[in-house]
């Protein structure tokens, strides 16, 4: 298969995987909706980070949120907060892309990353949380 790793060179990368899937927490690292606006109306300091795309995010978004499309996230790393251990929360329509993201983060050395549960839509949107547009 073109651009496939060899097993040999990849076996590195797959522990490296098998290790933080077998240390994910009860319920991997999502948090549920209710919880983070709770969390967001306490004055609790966490970074959304949105991995939608730009049309995704215009027509609503969590107030504060930073919008880095999910394919862009590597190289806007700047972006996200230089204290590793800030708590961070990846949302996205679905919590597909953002659970991606989150575990990259966390092989970047993240250590407080979550991503909403659901995700955008129904974790936040169909509860009728605040939203920006």
């Given at each position: 298969?073109?651009?496939?790793?060899?097993?040999?060179?990849?076996?590195?990368?797959?522990?490296?995987?098998?290790?933080?899937?077998?240390?994910?927490?009860?319920?991997?690292?999502?948090?549920?909706?209710e919880?983070?606006?709770?969390?967001?109306?306490?004055?609790?300091?966490?970074?959304?980070l949105?991995?939608?795309?730009?049309?995704?995010?215009?027509?609503?978004?969590?107030?504060?949120?930073?919008?880095?499309?999910?394919?862009?996230?590597?190289?806007?790393?700047?972006?996200?907060?230089?204290?590793?251990?800030?708590?961070?929360?990846?949302?996205?329509?679905?919590?597909?892309?953002?659970g991606?993201?989150?575990?990259?983060?966390?092989?970047?050395?993240?250590?407080?990353?979550?991503?909403?549960?659901?995700?955008?839509?129904?974790?936040?949107?169909?509860?009728?949380?605040?939203?920006?547009?």
């Amino acid at each position: 298969m073109a651009g496939a790793v060899p097993a040999a060179e990849n076996s590195t990368a797959w522990e490296a995987a098998a290790a933080y899937v077998s240390s994910l927490p009860e319920g991997f690292n999502g948090i549920k909706g209710e919880v983070l606006k709770a969390k967001l109306e306490a004055g609790e300091q966490i970074f959304v980070l949105d991995v939608r795309q730009p049309s995704e995010f215009a027509a609503g978004h969590i107030e504060g949120a930073l919008n880095v499309p999910v394919r862009s996230v590597p190289a806007a790393l700047d972006k996200l907060p230089a204290d590793k251990n800030a708590p961070i929360v990846v949302v996205c329509a679905s919590a597909v892309r953002s659970g991606y993201v989150a575990m990259a983060l966390a092989f970047k050395g993240y250590t407080n990353v979550k991503h909403l549960a659901a995700g955008y839509v129904a974790g936040w949107q169909k509860a009728g949380y605040p939203a920006v547009k």
